[in-house]
T-cell receptor, first 112, second 117 residues
């Protein structure tokens, strides 16, 4: 069975500093996709970054990068130069078998 | 390009009633997925449709059903509402094969907040 684990219910980071949000996953499928989404208080899920299971390089999208360690089954999100607008819930997700499962989420608080 | 739209945005129903939620995907997207989000259970997968066919479904009772039309628009229906059905219902659409690994990046709508009294 597929599983996504986010062990940090809440995180604090100082504005302009980098922060790492942890995500581990479990699947027996050789082909899968890993995603990170941001959910502000408005409720809408915003796609941030994607990593395919066969991708050799870590994905990057602007200030977001995904630290993909396949052997350890981890897909941590790194946000560089945090901004106040980064305060939100962050969800790690895995796609496989025509469905996406989500972790419990990490609430990030950016301090001024 | 317009994003995923969901209607209605807010809904209040009473126990025992039924409700239908609508989702219009991004133009060209043929896959639509539905999720239920609650504080206690988090985000849970309901079902996924592609070309009017349900390809997968989550562990929800038969009161939850869905369908997809030929224009890729989708509806989900919940019959005999229970208090525990109060949640944010999110719809997401995707374009199969759009990423390097053939995986499907899902783009979400704003959600429908359902309150069951």
């Amino acid at each position: 069975a597929q599983k996504i684990t986010q062990t940090q219910p809440g995180m604090f980071v100082q504005e302009k500093e980098a922060v790492t949000l942890d995500c581990t996953y479990d699947t027996s499928d050789p082909s899968y996709g890993l995603f990170w989404y941001k959910q502000p208080s408005s409720g809408e899920m915003i796609f941030l970054i994607y990593q395919g299971s066969y991708d050799q390089q870590n994905a990057t999208e602007g200030r977001y990068s995904l630290n993909f360690q396949k052997a350890r089954k981890s897909a941590n999100l790194v946000i560089s130069a945090s901004q106040l607008g980064d305060s939100a819930m962050y969800f790690c997700a895995m796609f496989g078998g025509f469905k996406t499962i989500f972790g419990a989420g990490t609430r990030l608080f950016v301090k001024a | 390009k317009a994003g995923v739209t969901q209607t209605p945005r807010y809904l209040i129903k009473t126990r025992g009633q039924q409700v239908t939620l609508s989702c219009s995907p991004i133009s060209g997207h043929r896959s639509v997925s539905w999720y239920q989000q609650t504080p206690g259970q988090g985000l849970q997968f309901l079902f996924e449709y592609f070309s009017e066919t349900q390809r997968n479904k989550g562990n929800f009772p038969g009161r939850f059903s869905g369908r997809q039309f030929s224009n890729s628009r989708s509806e989900m229906n919940v019959s005999t509402l229970e208090l525990g059905d109060s949640a944010l219902y999110l719809c997401a659409s995707s374009l199969p094969g759009q990423t390097s690994g053939g995986q499907e990046t899902q783009y979400f709508g704003p959600g429908t907040r359902l309150l069951v009294l």
